[in-house]
Structure formats: structure tokens, C-alpha cells
């Protein structure tokens, strides 16, 4: 008899601490292990260390990883935080490089290059959410 392995996700909500980008990562490696995803483990990590570094340095509140599954082989990095505004180089038609030798500025490019796709969900309602943004990479084995 076939199984199934059903689509999951995790999310890890982090404090807005210094360690928490690091200890971000830590989860994203053990959750790739657990599901026997070793392999997507090196995109993973530089993609949710893009972002939630991004989200550490450009916000002051908390904020979330969120990791989910799918499709076989496939993954989605999620970072969530209070801020709703749109960071530069991550809309599509604004990914402007940095100037040379900028000493900043290339953490979204990185995650435009590394990604199958990237997206911005801007949570404005803070009925159902916390409101800020949620910004995603998705990719699989392919690349």
C-alpha cells in the first residue's frame, strides 16, 4: 500500500533578538532533516537567513519563519513581521542593484536569484492577522 506524505508547515515565532536569525536557521535545518529534505537544506538556509536578517535589521518588532512544503521537493521560506512596507528590490520592476561597492543592499537579490519565485502578501487587517508583511521564496530540487 502507498503513503502519502501530507504537505506541512512550521512556523517559529521569533523575538526581535540577535540570536533569533541564527536560531531560525537552526529550526530550518532540524524541520529539512526530520522530513528528509537534507538536500534543500544549503537554498533553505541562505534564503531564511536573507530574510530574516532583513526582517531583524528593518523592523523593531517580533517576527516569524514560516517553512512549508509544497509539493515533492519543492519549498516555501516565509519571514513575517509588524512592518507592512515593502522592502526595495523585492517588488517585482524595482530589484535595482546595489551600487558597487555598497557594502549592503544585496540580501533580496540573493533571494530573487536563488528563488523558482519570490512574493509580498502586505497584511493590512488586524482583525484576522498582526498586520505587516510576509515576504516568500519558493523553489525545488530543479534548480
Known sequence: MATVTPPWSYTLHLPHDPHAPGIGRA???????????????????????ELLTNAHRHT???????LRAMEPGRLRVAVWDTDPRVPPGFRA???VPPPCGAESGR?????RACADSVGVSVLREWGASKGGKL?????GRSR
Open 93 to 95: 520592476g524595482d530589484a
Open 107 to 111: 540580501g533580496l537579490h540573493l533571494v
Open 135 to 139: 515576504l516568500w521564496a519558493e523553489w
Open 60 to 66: 523593531t518588532g517580533p517576527y516569524a519563519l514560516r
Open 27 to 49: 529550526t530550518l535545518r532540524a524541520v529539512l532533516a526530520a522530513h528528509g529534505h537534507a538536500e534543500l537544506t544549503p537554498t533553505a538556509e541562505l534564503l531564511a537567513s
